[in-house]
């Protein structure tokens, strides 16, 4: 009873110099929200003054005169001692100059007008979902209240926002801008090794799939689909969320060895695609992928640090053993990653069983995961007598070879 007696009530502070989109906004804004309070204004001065009623959300128009809207979200990022206010900013114009100056200041959203409505609204209904959960503070006496390791891991699992970022966000957008706009070919050389990222950007892009289009399965795809601004905000947007980077020293260790054993299997699984003619970038992704889960325990076990849990010397091993797989497997069912993909990360693990007739994909991901698993000082003899490498036809020279590749 105790959790339902406060309701906070949620403050917007829209500005914008245009008196109708003003009215539009707000109209919007209360079709999500119909309780919210609001406050309205034309200037940045005046937008600046508001913010001491401490609005939940701000949408504000880069072309605000007194204090445009860049300056508004430079002064409120300005207050590191305080979480990420969301900030959607609005602009007439999408150069590479104004993205490349918005960027640094990870706004949650860049949007250009004229407006998309529908669009907004869903980014809307998001946020102000997401604004409903409550803060980690607020969670932390109830969670600790006798909560066990394994009992908060369990409970996580079926909500956890998934994988640490890898990547530098903001240094791969600002390499992907050119004069003529962001080049998406550039972004994808930026982001791709990121495995959290690479799987946003594939739930997004299938969820918006309609007229039964083949699914995204690659992230040039998944970007070409969402378009450029879509994907920034997308991206950026992942900066802003809890825990999106591991701040504990030992965990960030382990991360970087599921990161690297990811990335080996990637691009084993490319080469050997490449070899044996099937799909290369498909293999790429489902290889960095299959480590997901793994990531995502691990960004749990910081929040259970943060939280005031301890972590005796093994916990974190004992743990990934326990709930790793079930993590990715539950990241990728909630995230709806396509069926294909889903299997490909499935025969890393396992041929699985039946009649024994596996498909070249299936060989190359299972080889791939068995090189990338090999310590420096192992030769590939074991590998080579497994039952994957006899059905590709490789043996120990091949095998030394691609190794040295």
Known sequence: MAATATHHVTRVLIADADAGLRADLEQLLLSVRSDALVDV???????????????DLVIA?????GLNGLDLLRSVRRDRSKPALPFILLSDRVDTASVREAVPLAPTAFLTKPLNME????RLQ????????????EETPVMMSGMTLEGFLEMRRTDTEGAP??????????????????????????????????????????????????PVQTVFQALSKLGALQSVNL??????KRSARLSDPELGLIAEY?????????????????????????????????????????RCLQEWKLAGGKLEEGEADRALKSFGAAYGSELRRRWRLPLELRELIASIYS????????????????????????????????VARGKTARLLKLGVEELTRLRRH
């Not at 128009?61 to 005169?65: F, K, V």
């Not at 699985?352 to 030769?379: H, I």
């Open 41 to 55: 204004c034309e200037t940045g001065t005046q937008a600046m003054a508001q913010l001491v009623h401490h609005p």
């Open 61 to 65: 128009a880069r072309e605000l005169t």
């Open 119 to 122: 669009a907004l609204k869903l």
């Open 126 to 137: 998001q946020l102000l979902e997401a604004m409903e959960q409550p803060a980690p503070e």
């Open 165 to 214: 970022l890898m990547a530098d966000v903001q240094t791969a957008v600002m390499r992907s801008l050119n004069p003529r706009g962001l080049n998406l070919r550039l972004l994808e050389e930026e982001i791709r090794t990121d495995p959290q990222i690479t799987a946003v950007l594939l739930a997004a892009a299938n969820s918006a799939s309609v007229h039964r289009e083949a």
């Open 235 to 240: 991206v950026m947007g992942l900066t802003l």
């Open 258 to 298: 599921y990161w690297g054993l990811s990335l080996r299997t990637a691009e084993y699984a490319r080469t050997l695609a490449r070899m044996y003619d099937v799909d290369q970038e498909r293999c790429y992704c489902a290889g960095l992928l299959h480590c997901l889960g793994d990531l995502a325990l691990l």
């Open 351 to 382: 041929l699985g069983l039946g009649t024994g007739v596996y498909s070249r994909d299936d060989l190359v991901m299972n080889l791939s995961a068995q090189l990338a698993r090999l310590k420096p000082v192992e030769d590939v003899e074991m």
